[in-house]
Every structure is written in structure tokens, then in C-alpha cells.
């Protein structure tokens, strides 16, 4: 540890995401491990639950007291949070409360939620980044879908997971329709009435008409397709995550990134 290293907290350490992140914070020469948050393995070193060997840091269930500790020992702690739905809001906001930066990868959020975090960060005049995807194919992915939009009145979105997935839709495809809603034009017209047999089956709705299809299969980390139709043709933008290395350059940008803020940002497009 030096004094220009940015001291990390990782919550949801042993999950799948959490342990990704350890490995690539241990990687990264600005910046250490302070603080290790899970359920299981509480009082074990996190690198060797992890596989990469004594990192010096126990995992603990107590997330007040390693922000605590966290915040006393720098001006600039950041906490990287890959959990759950249930817990991120309380999560960000206590983190905030001891002047820990949040970094949120942790999807599930609703916009009421995100909106009263927005508030909560800028009256601590806090750094706090939410990105529903830190990965930079999936951002070009939603730009070029930004762009066919300009050139086509129908899009639906299907988005495939893994089925250990807890939320749907991705917090990946409720940005990209949020997106497309925020360009003002009215997609998919009604050319028939249109009568659902089985409820569900045209997927959900977000704002003007946009259709969101979730599919959960093992054997997948994630996958998106934004689909195109005008007369004749169709347009298929995909991005296809193999691999959940592929977050990790964005998680390290926004760690870098937040130190530097004073109030929230939501998508990791609005970094790059
Ligand atoms: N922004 C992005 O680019 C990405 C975001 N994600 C998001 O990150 C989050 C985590 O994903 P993933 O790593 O796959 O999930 P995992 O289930 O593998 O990991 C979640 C972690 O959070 C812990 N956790 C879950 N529920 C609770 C709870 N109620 N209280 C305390 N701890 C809890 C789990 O503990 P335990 O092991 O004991 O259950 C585990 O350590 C999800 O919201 C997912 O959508 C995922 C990939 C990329
Ligand atoms: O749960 C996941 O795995 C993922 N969640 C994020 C989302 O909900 O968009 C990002 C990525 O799709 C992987």
C-alpha cells in the first residue's frame, strides 16, 4: 500500500462478480483490497477463498464497520458493490453515510430508487457511479442501437442470462430501452389488435412500446440482441459477455473515475 493507492471495499466479495473484482484490484498497481463483504466464508483471507493466495484480508459480514474503518484510514475510499437487489439501495446509502465512494454494479434498482440516491449523493457532494454493465462492447452496443433508432419505428430487446440471475429484466436492457425512450420518437405502432394467449408472451413494456424478453438458461454469462424490423429487413445489434472478465476494465475505470465526482452518474457510457 502507498499513499496514492485508492483503498477498495468489495461487497458481494464471494460472488461471482466479487471475486472477478478481487483478482483485478490485486492486478492493479493505484490501487488495495481494505475490506472483503460476504455471507460465506466470514473470518477466511478472501484471496485464498479466491484462489490467488493471502491477500491479509478476512471476509466479514459487516459492511458499517468496514466502512468505518475504510473511511478513517483515507479521505478517498471507494466500495464496489456486486450484491443484490434487496440490499443495494440500503448498501449505497450507508456507504455514502461514512463517505465511502460507490461504485454500483449491482442491478435491480428502480428509477424512483436511483433518482433519491442522485439526491442523497449530491447533498454529501459524494462521487457515486451506477452502471446496470461496465462493459464498453455492451456501451457501443447501445449506441449503435441509439443510432438504427433514428432509421426504424420497431425494436424489441431479448436479453439472456444465466438462471441464477435474480432480476428481470437486466439492468443492462432496461438502460438500452431507457435510452431509446429518451430520444422522443414512439416505437413499435399497433398494426393489429393483438391478443396475448398465454400473459407474458409479448415480453414486458418499458415507456413508449418497447419490448423487453428475458430468457434465463445455465450455460450462459449474459447476452443481449436489440432487434430491428422496417419493410423488408431486419437489423440485429448483438453483444455476447463469454467471459465475466470483460467488466473488469470498467470496474477499474469507475473506481478511478468516482474519486473525482461529486455527485451521481448513472451508465458507464457517460465516463468514457
Ligand atoms: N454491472 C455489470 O457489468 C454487472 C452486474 N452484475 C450484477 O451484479 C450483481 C451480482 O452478480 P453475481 O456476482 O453474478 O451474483 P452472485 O450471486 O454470484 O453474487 C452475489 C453476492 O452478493 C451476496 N448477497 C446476495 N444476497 C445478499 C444479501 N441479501 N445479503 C448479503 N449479501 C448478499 C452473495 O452472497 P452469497 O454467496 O452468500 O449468496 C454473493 O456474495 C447482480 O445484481 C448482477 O446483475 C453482474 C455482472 C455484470
Ligand atoms: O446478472 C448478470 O450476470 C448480469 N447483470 C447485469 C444486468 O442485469 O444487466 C449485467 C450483465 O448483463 C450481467
Redesign the pocket.
Known sequence: MTNTQIPVVV?????????EIIKAIAQAPDMYLVGA????HIGEDIGEVIGIGELEIPVT?NLEVVLAQASQESQLPVMVD???????YDNIRSAIAYGVRPV?????LSEQQIADLAIFADKASTGCII?????VG?ILMQQAAIAAAKYFQHVEIIELH?N????AP???AIKTAQMLSELGQSFNPALVDEKEHLTGARGATYGENIRIHSVRVPGL??RQEVIFGAMGETLKIEHN?SD?TC?MA??LLCVRKVLALKSLIYGLEKLL
Open positions: 461487497s458481494g466479495a464471494t460472488g461471482k462478480m466479487g471475486r463483504i460476504g455471507r460465506k459480514d456486486v450484491t443484490h437487489p434487496s440490499i443495494i454500483v454494479g449491482t442491478t435491480g452502471a446496470p454493465n461496465f462493459s455492451v444465466h441464477q440471475k435474480a432480476d437486466s439492468g443492462t454469462v449474459a459477455a465475466r467488466y470498467g470496474v
